[in-house]
């Protein structure tokens, strides 16, 4: 998380909790981009060579 942070100009999962803590719509936008980009992640994974484990 400390690289990512780095190479982002801040922390993605910071601004996850705090959103949500503070009733941001920008937590809740978070939150659902987050949990499309899992599945979508998790579906091609094997399409690029990737293994299911």
Known sequence: MGYGARIAF???IGAFFSGIASFSLHGWEWLIGALIG???GIVIRPHIGLSKD
């Open 38 to 40: 899992s599945a979508v």
């Open 10 to 12: 801040g922390c993605n």
